[in-house]
T-cell receptor, first 109, second 117 residues
Framework: GQNIDQPTEMTATEGAIVQINCTYQ??????LFWYQQHAGEAPTFLSYNVLDGLEEKGRFSSFLSRSKGYSYLLLKELQMKDSASYLC??????????WGAGTKLIIKP | GAVVSQHPSWVICKSGTSVKIECRSLDFQATTMFWYRQFPKQSLMLMAT?????????EQGVEKDKFLINHASLTLSTLTVTSAHPEDSSFYIC?????????????FGPGTRLTVL
């Protein structure tokens, strides 16, 4: 079966750095996405990785290792507005997105 | 960036009635649109994939006669929840994608919160 695993909840302090991990087992791989979702809102796109390595975009970076079936989202200089759920999703061989359950990130002052 | 709208944003209806939700791509043509459902504190669950001009492909466990999807044009897809019941209360989100088998980012609508009394 297809499976995406990520922690249910994480807590971090404003101004700090947090790393959210995602491991996956899917039928085929056509890229991994990270989305941010605030409560009651639709997801918004953060990053896309299809090759191994680190993609940096401002305060957010995403890393992929295809051989390990592993990705992480790194958030630096955390702000209170970063409190949200972060969803990991993998595009499988049929170009369908397989979603993780999301990681709720709580930022404390 | 690409914009996807949904209407209505929220709807309250009586049990047994039908509700139609519209999903529009405002500044691009979407060959494929997706309908998701999300229950509180759970992840997105794909309900169906619709391609313009063809029948929708439903995920296992989703009743196609209950959740009617029409993708009549490259900018509009509709989801009709027929004979809604309280257990259908959920957050329904559509997304649109340009392209077919190539990677293309999915652009999400703002979602529709359905409450069935």
């Amino acid at each position: 079966g297809q499976n995406i695993d990520q922690p249910t909840e994480m807590t971090a302090t404003e101004g700090a750095i947090v790393q959210i991990n995602c491991t996956y087992q899917t039928s085929g791989f056509n890229g991994l996405f990270w989305y941010q979702q605030h409560a009651g809102e639709a997801p918004t796109f953060l990053s896309y990785n299809v090759l191994d390595g680190l993609e940096e975009k401002g305060r957010f970076s995403s890393f992929l290792s295809r051989s390990k079936g592993y990705s992480y989202l790194l958030l630096k200089e955390l702000q209170m507005k970063d409190s949200a759920s972060y969803l990991c999703a993998v595009m499988d061989s049929n170009y369908q997105l397989i979603w993780g359950a999301g990681t709720k990130l709580i930022i404390k002052p | 960036g690409a914009v996807v709208s949904q209407h209505p944003s929220w709807v309250i209806c009586k049990s047994g009635t039908s509700v139609k939700i519209e999903c529009r791509s405002l500044d691009f043509q979407a060959t494929t649109m997706f309908w998701y459902r999300q229950f509180p504190k759970q992840s997105l669950m794909l309900m169906a994939t619709s391609n313009e001009g063809s029948k929708a492909t439903y995920e296992q466990g989703v009743e196609k006669d209950k959740f009617l999807i029409n993708h009549a044009s490259l900018t509009l897809s509709t989801l009709t929840v027929t004979s809604a019941h309280p257990e259908d209360s959920s957050f329904y989100i559509c997304s649109a994608r340009v392209g077919w088998r190539d990677y293309n980012e999915q652009f999400f609508g703002p979602g529709t919160r359905l409450t069935v009394l």
